[in-house]
């Protein structure tokens, strides 16, 4: 299975995914090894991401994120979230435009966690520069904050907008995600 694969040639493509599929289930179903022999290592993976993300350049933003992610579902720390570390990662990336920092961030602070207090005007901040970014789920939150003024003056003209970006978004998805293979 080494080697490289042409992406832009669909039968070479189609040659090594059926390879995959055969070395994959024949782990899972006849060594009845349902991990395919991985064997996920997220404390290196949390340090390799740690030291990409202070390290900076183009990449830096993702590693931030994963930082974050991994922080804040709390594998690398014994299953004990770190939600003030995932902020403070998370913040990173957003910095950097990444839009599901961004989106994290604002969920954090609408629902608040231990470290780190609801903020209504933080959750509105980070789910508008998200939604700017174009994620779909950070618009349907801010126009929900507008609709109901949930920490911040009822605006139903501004709900309306967002709700409207969302849809276009997810427009947007659909039709990038309908292309033709080799396109």
Known sequence: MAGFINFADEEEVRAYLENLHVEYSYQCY??????????????????????????GGKKSVNACHNVGLLAHDGRVNNDKPDPVVARDYYTKACDGNF????????????QGAPGVPKDMGSALKYSLKACELGHIWAC?????????GDGVEKNDAKAEELKNRAKQLHKEQKEASSLVFGE
């Open 99 to 110: 839009a599901p920092s961004c989106f994290n961030l604002g969920v954090i602070y609408l």
């Open 140 to 148: 349907a939150n801010a126009s929900r904050m507008y609709k109901l």
């Open 30 to 55: 006849k060594e009845k090894d349902a991990d395919g022999g991985l064997e996920p290592d997220l404390k290196a993976a949390y340090k390799s991401f740690l030291k990409s993300c202070e390290k």
